[in-house]
Every structure is written in structure tokens, then in C-alpha cells.
């Protein structure tokens, strides 16, 4: 009788206990080891086993056979450590893995699954294979014909079990997807299943509506709104436990459930939901906290599903004005919480001991990591609305990625862009940093620079290098935008990064290390126009800022023609002419046919956006003499005659209270003929139009103001016109954009605007 499959591995592989420096793979009569897999492997242990041999023959030229039986000579043994009585799975973990080299036996083994595709992964970066970028474009496979391997035994596992990367506005393609989905797991980006993302009002049963139940239903200024749930009614937390339940009954791996409220600060203010607030208010958005009454909440849940599904966890984000830890309500060990860096400075993080933003959030974060067994981290990589511009974070991540290990943090989810061409290095260099925060991270951007660039990799180190050192010493807090990009990136930084990339281009002189640099010189040519079009909105001429804001684009487009995981080409383009449409709206208004005069009325209640539907005496009658009650008190008709310069009428900037309000702005063009035309707005947050009794546009919307962004066509009749726009607002900055042009999107200079004087 053969002694079992797993005994005669066991033989195979203590055959020979002598050990020597260097293990010989392929030599000049073929490959040397066979891969080996258990006959009973799993598809993850195939696919693996798959993956290496693909790879070895890409290194070597020789096809390194894949058997499901031992055979006679030196084996690379592809398996979980479970299927082995002398690895202990539990010391390897989730995703942990341990490499075994020696001269007849190769080990490549993990502590599940997804462990054992992650030993492969390392194991051939031990051999010099690198994954940079998505596809095939950022591959890098040496040619090593005289394969070997050092002999050594190491385990891994990761310093953070959740560790994710992923597209904030989803992959251009399925294969892009697919493409994202394949790097992240050659460089060891995985996760445990933990759910995340905003999800209140869709965990109560699809037949519970509020028609039927509004009392389930937030209760905003006097009506129930479907903006979030009721947390303190028996009945909601009877519903969302029960549906809970459901869900981990469903996906029994999944191991929290996402309870994060919806995107919005309109919590409940019934007595029952207030009476558990302790007061105060959050000092980042100026809202009302409710961080303990939402704790008493996700404690009820937490502890109701015990019972069915013991060790199972709720998460919440760590956000807005639920972004301080209770005071009150201590935090149940089942309820995880996931803090969102979004009102914290952009650039740094809590490594950047001299950015006062990042170490106050430091000093919160710890308050949460004192309270909660299990914290999360919500990270945003790149700037949100940065126009996909260069944007180098990796050194952010370099410094803080030990200190949040320190913390107990447990994890990541950074929020990235499909834009390689601009963000590399940032997810490789986050990606292996989440797995080591031992890795010395100048030695990771060196290797990437060599590996990726080869003759090309010292300019290139320095050309990273001078923009990050751009960003890790700016002095100021920067925000969601591009608004600080020409101080970041200065004209002798600009200038650095230049004289790189031409010695980087004189380097590299073949392809793939000539198309990569030219990759690189694209994302440099769509800043330097992009800081062109900047210029140029101060104190430069109409015609020159459009010509480089053409240019900057027409370089968007060469990038997303090249490849399309160089560029979120859509995304950039978007932002690209917002941020460059409200400079040229500071700077040529008169050129761009931008209204600058209007009266104005307000501020009006907008609570739970409600004023946007609510008609106003405004909205029923102009009478430029009229007083009415507002927002905070009597409210009339004041005259607006903004500077010449500036297109952008900033409500904010006129009117008290500014947050949850409306108002009303009114004007007369008077048309040398009847002619269609376009109405063209752009508003924070929504806008209704009136042209003379008439309601023609109503966009209840939630945004920032951007040129042009609503587009209506009316038809102007000969004479004096009115129009009167309502705009909305809920937090943080508020005004308008507006103009005519033809329907060609023309300037009809014929056209006079007057306020009836």
C-alpha cells in the first residue's frame, strides 16, 4: 500500500538537509523543480500554481510542469498550510504566507486561500517580477535564463488585515476592472469582509416606504424626510436587526455589515432622537453632533444579532457631524467604526508632524481607537476634484502608514482614480506599505524607479522625489481641489522636475522604459498646461488662457488615447474645466458674458432641502419694496453689482445664516429681437429658473458650482425678459455662475442686461 499523497511530500521534502546559498531552478538542460498541488486543490491553489508556472517561463523560457503527484527531484510545493502538519495555519493567519527554500524542496505556502496566490506573488518578486501598474504595460518580468533562488525560510503576514484600493468612480471598462482586481492581488491588497459605504435608509425592508411608515423616517423641520432613519423608534431597530440577520444568514463569510448613514446631515430631530445628544456641535461642519444617540443605535443592533450570528460586527463611518467619539454611550465590541479623513488636510497625513490638520485628526482618531475595538481608515487618494493632475501622496503614506500600526488601527480603504499616468507611485507604495509598515519606503520608491524606468531610474527617482517634497513641506492646509496646485507645484519645482524628465528621456532609449517616460512626460505636459491656464487667469489675456486650457485638455485626451489606465480621462476633463472655468470666471467675466448684477433676496429656511420645492413670496410676486420673514429674520430686496472681474456671485460671502437656506436672485435681459437662446448655470447646491411666469428649469441637486453645468434653452421674446433664479443651499459654500450665449454656445453681444433702472 502507498503511504498517503501528503506523508510522501513530507519525505520528498526532508530529503536532503543540507542547505546551501543558492538554489538552481532552470539550468542549461531545462527546469530542475517540478510545481506540485494537491490532487484535491483548490481553484485558488490551481489558479496559483497557474500563475507561477506562467511566470517562470517568462523569466526562464522553460515550462515548469504543474502535477497533482509527488515525483522524483526537487519540487515547488503550491498549498495551504492546513493540508501540512508541520505549518501550523493559525501561526500564518488571513493572507499570512510562508516561503521555504532549500535546494530540493521549494514551499509556497499561505495561511488560507488567498494567502497561497500571495506566496506565489512574493516569491516571484523574490525573482525580480513586478507588478507597477495594471496590465501589461506596467509589468516587469526579468530575463533569467539561469534561473536561481536563495535559500530561506521566511513567514509573513500583513500589519493591517484590511487593506483595499479602489476606483472612487468605478473602472472605465469590465477590463479595467479586471485589470485593477489583478494588480491588486499580485501586490497583496486584500481585505477581510468588512462592508462599508453609506447604507441607513436601505437596511429596513424594500415594503417599508414612507408613505406607509413615516414615522420610521427622519423628522426634519416639522416632516418626515427619507434623508435617515428614526434610530431611537423600537420598530426601526427591530426591522434593521432583523434584516441584518437576514444578510450574515446569506453571506455567512461577510463579517460586518455596513450601517453608515446616508450622505447627508439631516438626522432625525424628533424628542426621543435628541433627548440621547449631548450637545455641542461639530467643529468641522458646524452641524449639530449626534454621534452618541447613533451609538445607542448601532449598540441595539449589535447586540440583537448575537444571538443568531455570535462575533458578527456593524460598521459605521467616523463622519460629519458623527465624526467625534461619544461621550456618553460607551461602544459595543461588536460595532467597528470607519473614520473618513475628508475634512482633514489633503496632502499630509498623521505622519507630518508640522501640519496642525493632520495632528488634530491624530488627536481624534486616538479618541476612537481608545473607545472602539475595531477602527478603519477611509483615505482619499488622490485630492478629490484634482482633475487627475500629478498628485504625490506615496510619501504621506510612507510616514504615517508606522504610526497608524502603533495606533491599533486595523485598515484602509483608499478611495483612488483609474489615472496611473498622474498618481504613480501612490497605490504601489501604499500597497506595500499596508503590508510592511517596516518597509523602508525610499528603498520601495527606488526599486520602482529602477524596475520600472531601468536605464531612466535615478532621473526618475528624482523627478518623484522633488514633487513630493513639494508637498510634504507646504505649510498650509489643503482642500478638495486644485486651488492650490500653482503654489505646490512652484516654477522651481516645475523646473526640477523638468531637467529629470529630459535626462530621463536621454536615458531611456528603447521601449518599454522609453513608452513609460513617455508616459510620464504626458502627465507633465497636462500640469505645466494646467499651470500655463492658471497663469494666465492673473493678469493674462482671455485668448492665452484658453489656448492652454485647449492644450491642457487636447494632453488628457493624448493620454486617455494612449491607454486608458493612464487617465480618468472624463473625471479630469470635468474638473479640468471647473477649476479653470471659475478662474477665467475671476478673471474674464466680461470676456465670457458672465451676469454680474442682480438683485438679491435672502436667506430663505432650506432645511432637509425643503425650500427648494417651497414658493416663497419672491418666487409669487417681484416687489423690489417688500419685506419678508427669512431664515433669521426680516429679509428684502438688496442690489448686487459684483466687480467686472468676478462671475461668480458668492451668496455665502453676502448672506447670514449660510448653511440650509435659499435664496433669490433677479434679472431683466432685455433682446433686440425674439430668438432662442441658452440659459447656461452653474450653482451651489440647486437652481430653479424663472423666465417671467414661468418655470423652465429645476435641478434639485447637491454640488459644487461649475461654468455651464446646466445648459436650457428658452426662447427670449423681443423687449425686456425676466429671469429669476432660486438657488439652495445645505452646507458650506453657496452661489451661482451665469450667462447667455446662442444656441451655438456663442456669445450674443447684442443682448443687454439691466436691473430696471
Not at 183 to 191: A, F, I, L, P
Not at 227 to 234: A, M, V
Not at 703 to 724: H, S, Y
Request: glycine residues 6%; contains cysteine; charged residues 25%.
Amino acid at each position: 500500500m502507498r503511504p498517503p499523497l501528503l506523508l510522501r511530500w513530507l519525505v520528498l521534502f526532508s530529503s536532503s538537509l543540507a542547505l546551501a546559498d543558492t538554489v538552481v531552478l532552470r539550468d542549461s538542460t531545462g527546469p530542475r523543480f517540478a510545481i506540485v498541488v494537491p490532487n484535491d486543490a483548490s481553484s485558488d491553489e490551481t489558479a496559483a500554481a497557474e500563475e507561477l508556472r506562467h511566470y517562470l517561463a517568462r523569466i526562464c523560457g522553460a515550462d515548469f510542469a504543474v502535477k497533482t503527484e509527488p515525483v522524483q527531484g526537487p519540487t515547488i510545493l503550491v498549498a495551504r498550510a492546513d493540508r501540512l502538519p508541520d505549518v501550523k495555519a493559525e501561526s500564518l493567519g488571513p493572507d499570512g504566507l510562508l516561503i521555504d527554500v532549500t535546494p530540493d524542496a521549494i514551499r509556497l505556502i499561505g495561511g488560507d486561500d488567498r494567502g497561497v496566490r500571495y506566496a506565489v506573488t512574493t516569491f516571484l518578486e523574490d525573482l525580480g517580477v513586478r507588478w507597477l501598474m495594471p496590465g501589461d504595460f506596467g509589468e516587469v518580468v526579468p530575463n533569467r535564463p539561469a534561473l536561481t533562488a536563495q535559500t530561506h525560510r521566511r513567514f509573513e503576514r500583513p500589519d493591517f488585515p484590511f487593506r483595499q484600493i479602489w476606483y472612487a468612480y468605478g473602472a472605465q471598462t469590465p477590463a479595467g476592472g479586471q485589470r485593477l482586481a489583478e494588480w491588486c492581488r499580485r501586490n497583496k491588497v486584500g481585505r477581510i469582509l468588512i462592508n462599508h459605504g453609506h447604507n441607513l435608509c436601505a437596511s429596513l425592508p424594500k415594503d417599508v416606504t414612507l408613505a406607509n411608515h413615516p414615522e420610521y423616517f427622519a423628522l426634519v423641520s416639522g416632516r418626515r424626510e427619507r434623508s435617515q432613519l428614526c434610530t431611537t423608534h423600537p420598530d426601526v431597530i427591530r426591522l434593521v436587526t432583523q434584516q441584518v440577520i437576514k444578510y450574515f444568514d446569506q453571506y455567512p463569510d461577510v463579517l460586518a455589515y455596513s450601517l453608515c448613514p446616508d450622505d447627508n446631515t439631516d438626522f432625525c430631530q424628533c424628542d426621543r432622537c435628541k433627548a440621547l445628544d449631548v450637545g455641542g456641535v461639530d467643529p468641522y461642519t458646524k452641524q449639530e453632533l449626534v454621534t452618541d444617540r447613533y451609538m445607542h443605535f448601532l449598540n441595539a443592533v449589535a447586540r440583537g444579532i448575537q444571538s443568531k450570528h455570535p462575533g458578527k460586527m456593524v460598521l459605521t463611518y467616523a463622519y460629519v457631524n458623527y465624526s467625534i467619539p461619544p461621550q456618553k454611550v460607551e461602544i459595543d465590541p461588536h460595532v467597528a467604526v470607519m473614520f473618513t479623513t475628508s475634512v482633514f488636510c489633503s496632502i499630509h497625513g498623521i505622519g507630518d508632524t508640522q501640519c496642525k490638520s493632520r495632528m488634530a485628526m491624530k488627536e481624534l482618531l486616538a479618541g476612537w481607537a481608545a473607545k472602539a475595538s475595531q477602527v478603519y481608515i477611509y483615505e482619499y487618494d488622490p485630492i478629490p476634484y484634482n482633475a487627475e493632475l500629478p498628485c504625490p501622496l506615496y510619501g504621506a503614506r510612507i510616514r504615517e502608514m508606522p504610526v497608524y500600526k502603533a495606533m491599533g488601527i486595523r485598515g484602509f480603504s483608499f478611495e483612488s482614480h483609474q489615472s496611473w499616468a498622474t498618481l504613480s507611485p501612490n497605490h504601489y507604495i501604499a500597497a506595500k506599505m499596508m503590508w510592511n509598515t517596516r518597509a523602508d519606503g525610499q528603498a520601495l520608491l527606488k526599486d520602482y524607479c529602477d524596475a520600472f524606468f531601468g536605464p531612466a531610474g535615478a532621473a526618475m527617482l528624482g523627478y518623484y522625489t522633488a514633487q513630493e517634497r513639494a508637498f510634504s513641506a507646504y505649510p498650509g492646509q489643503v482642500e478638495w481641489s486644485q486651488r492650490d496646485f500653482p503654489e505646490l507645484f512652484s516654477e522651481p519645482i516645475v523646473s526640477e522636475m523638468h531637467r529629470c524628465l529630459q535626462a530621463a528621456e536621454a536615458a531611456a532609449k528603447e521601449p518599454p522604459h522609453r513608452d513609460r517616460v513617455g508616459m510620464t512626460r504626458m502627465a507633465y505636459d497636462y500640469l505645466r498646461r494646467y499651470l500655463a491656464a492658471r497663469r494666465e487667469s492673473v493678469g493674462g489675456t482671455y485668448e492665452t488662457f484658453r489656448r492652454e486650457s485647449a492644450a491642457a485638455e487636447a494632453v488628457v485626451d493624448r493620454m486617455a488615447k494612449a491607454n486608458e489606465d493612464f487617465i480618468l480621462a472624463k473625471v479630469a476633463r470635468e474638473y479640468l474645466r471647473n477649476e479653470l472655468g471659475s478662474a477665467a470666471a475671476g478673471a474674464f467675466s466680461k470676456d465670457m458674458g458672465l451676469v454680474t448684477n442682480w438683485w438679491l433676496i435672502g436667506p430663505f429656511d432650506n432645511a432637509g432641502m425643503t425650500g427648494h420645492e417651497r414658493a416663497y413670496p419672491p418666487q409669487r410676486e417681484i416687489d423690489l419694496n417688500a419685506t419678508y420673514d427669512g431664515k433669521a429674520g426680516k429679509v428684502r430686496w438688496q442690489r448686487y453689482e459684483g466687480p467686472p472681474w468676478k462671475g461668480y456671485v458668492d451668496l455665502a460671502a453676502l448672506m447670514k445664516p449660510k448653511d440650509w437656506v435659499c435664496a433669490y436672485a433677479m434679472t431683466h435681459v432685455v433682446s433686440p429681437s425674439r430668438r432662442q437662446v441658452q440659459l447656461r448655470v452653474g450653482s451651489n447646491d440647486s437652481i430653479v429658473i424663472f423666465l417671467g411666469d414661468n418655470k423652465i428649469h429645476d435641478n434639485k441637486v447637491e454640488r459644487r458650482a461649475k461654468i455651464d453645468e446646466d445648459v436650457v434653452p428658452v426662447t427670449l421674446d423681443k423687449g425686456p425678459n425676466t429671469i429669476l433664479l432660486k438657488i439652495a443651499q445645505t452646507g458650506r459654500d453657496w452661489g451661482f455662475f451665469f450667462r447667455i450665449t446662442s444656441t451655438q454656445g456663442q456669445l450674443d453681444k447684442d443682448l443687454r442686461f439691466t436691473l430696471g433702472d
